[in-house]
């Protein structure tokens, strides 16, 4: 028989995961007073000032929205804004996903002067039409990820648009991401919530990366439930 026995025991229990790696997508600002980014633009970090902060992840690919995205999309935005009346949520939804916007660039709900019908079924709306498309992978500025470092990239953990999970799951993996525009000192939240913040999914339909070096790697351990996606860290 052995003399000794030692059991390592991690804070959680004996059975408790690791702690996940999270990164903190840098905002404008950060980049530029880091000297990372936008040094030769005009006015630095607020070369797009009142616009969405929004950057997008190769490889370059639309993912459809179909009926069970579309769904996905809408759960989020109504998790995010629980107290908007449903007839409010459903016209907002349709906004942030028009072809006019950050996620849907000419691909998305038509303008009254842009852009064919598109497939809505959260307002019932052209179901015979194309669907709509989100036109890149993107994020926004102080949005949470995780994934696989390889070189100098990050291989970015995303929710696959070809085998959907349930939105219970997208939200408690955190496969979402806050939309933000760019302000002087923080980042404001799209006015679509009404003063609740709009959550979109991180979605691709392979898989993707971005740069580490626009990443603010975070401590593990880190408490995502107190992370703010409006803050600087400069």
């Known amino acids: ?17 690791p702690p996940e790696q999270w990164y903190a997508v840098m905002h404008d600002k950060e980049r530029y007073v880091w000297g990372l980014d936008y040094q030769n633009e005009e006015n630095g970090y ?17 993912v459809t929205m ?11 935005f109504r998790y ?8 409010d949520a459903k016209k907002r939804y349709r906004v942030i996903y028009r ?12 303008t009254p002067t842009f852009g064919g019908p598109r497939s809505d079924y959260i307002n019932m709306l052209d179901l015979t039409s194309e669907h709509p498309k989100l036109d890149k992978p993107r994020f926004c500025g102080g949005a949470l990820i995780r994934g696989q470092e ?9 929710i696959d648009s070809n085998n959907l999970p349930s939105l219970d799951y997208v939200i408690k993996e955190r496969l979402y991401f806050t939309a933000v525009s760019v302000e002087v000192n923080f980042a404001s ?4 919530g ?19 070096k626009f990443l603010r790697k975070l401590p593990l351990g880190y408490d995502v439930e107190k992370h703010d996606p409006h803050q600087y860290v400069v």
């Open 194 to 212: 009404m003063g609740e913040p709009v959550f979109i999914p991180l979605i691709s339909k392979v898989p993707v990366s971005y740069p580490l």
């Open 1 to 17: 028989m052995p003399k000794s026995l030692t059991i390592h025991v991690t804070k959680g229990g004996a059975n408790s995961p």
């Open 80 to 87: 995010g804004a629980p107290s908007m009346s449903e007839s």
């Open 189 to 192: 939240d799209f006015n679509q």
């Open 66 to 76: 179909n009926k069970e995205v579309q769904e996905l999309c809408y759960g989020l």
């Open 150 to 158: 390889m070189g100098g990239e990050l291989i970015v953990k995303t």
């Open 99 to 110: 072809t006019d916007k950050a996620f849907t660039n000419k691909t998305g709900y038509p």
């Open 46 to 62: 607020l070369w797009r000032e009142k616009l969405p902060e929004v950057y997008w992840c190769p490889p370059q690919h639309t």
